[in-house]
């Protein structure tokens, strides 16, 4: 009889028992590896978690929940971290210095914020993530010594080959697979809307910084000298009064452009047209007729240097000519 392995590069073995389905009807076994989380950045949770590699595909956080819980009887579980899967426990939080802060923060740059940016995804319409053969999870216990003792219950099970039939006592508690899960996704394609807004605010407000972060290293950049010595001077803003009174004008240009062919669209406009055009001629009358009196009353006066008619009566036309001139 083969012996067992326990143990492979520091990382302990837990074999797991697949049910039979109508596909496969004898059961699999599958070798899932812990190991001590120790990553190169360490953080506050690395002591308190366990690094799981070779995860079944169809793994979940009640999974694993259940297996450390229940079928090892071991620690309980925090939270679990799988491999390119955002967590809602660590929501990406914008890089903004808190109101009433003295201490003096590192200036976060835009490019920074944009990884922020890309980092941002919007929630999943599937009620279950599948993960690729091989991937890994970080399982985060309430503290450290919940999760060393996962890892000796682990241990002790693979040494007395203990059967652990994978997701047994949770079938129900978990969302499905197969064609009952593709029925179900019709009612599953809108994500929270709590959810959606959190991530849509979150997205805007990094997005305003980096916006924000931009214009500053542009501005930076354009008060320093090129390999000339020179610096590059550029218009600065427009006033706001002077800006806003351009605006309005084109808007007027705009929808004059906009009505041109419209004026006679409907019949009331022609009726409206044809009135105005009449008070039009009427006025202009009235100004002739008030023009006609004066010349009429200016019929044999003239006009001096000083803008003063004057009634002249000139009995030849040698004697005006010679009291006009003179």
Known sequence: MP???LEISGYTVLPLQFPPVASLPKPAT???????????????DAARSLFLVNLPIDTTEAHLRH??????SAGRVE???????????????????????TKKRKRV?????????EEINLPSTWDRQLHVSGSHAVVVFVDKPAMEMSLKAAKKAAKNGTTIVWGEGIEDRVPPLGVKRYKTHNSLRYPPRDELLRIVNDYM????????????????????PDEDG?????????NNSIAREEEIKELIEKQKKREAGLEDFYRFQTREKKKERQNELLKKFEEDKKKLEEIKKMKGRIRDMDGVYMDVNFPTRDTFFVTYFI
Do not use: C
Not at 67 to 72: D, E, R
Not at 109 to 117: H, S
Not at 230 to 238: D, E, N
């Open 3 to 5: 012996k067992k392995v």
């Open 30 to 44: 599958h070798h899932l590896y812990l190991h001590p989380h120790e990553p190169r950045n360490p953080d506050p």
């Open 67 to 72: 297996l450390f819980a229940v079928q090892l």
């Open 79 to 101: 939270r679990v971290e799988f491999e390119g899967v955002p967590t809602k426990q660590q929501p990406i939080k914008p890089a903004a210095k808190p109101v009433g802060s």
């Open 109 to 117: 740059t835009a490019d920074e914020l944009q990884n922020q940016l």
């Open 205 to 224: 407000a990094i997005f305003t910084q980096a916006e924000e972060a931009r214009a500053r290293e542009l501005a930076r950049k354009a008060q320093e």
């Open 230 to 238: 020179f610096i590059t001077v550029t218009r600065g803003p427009k």
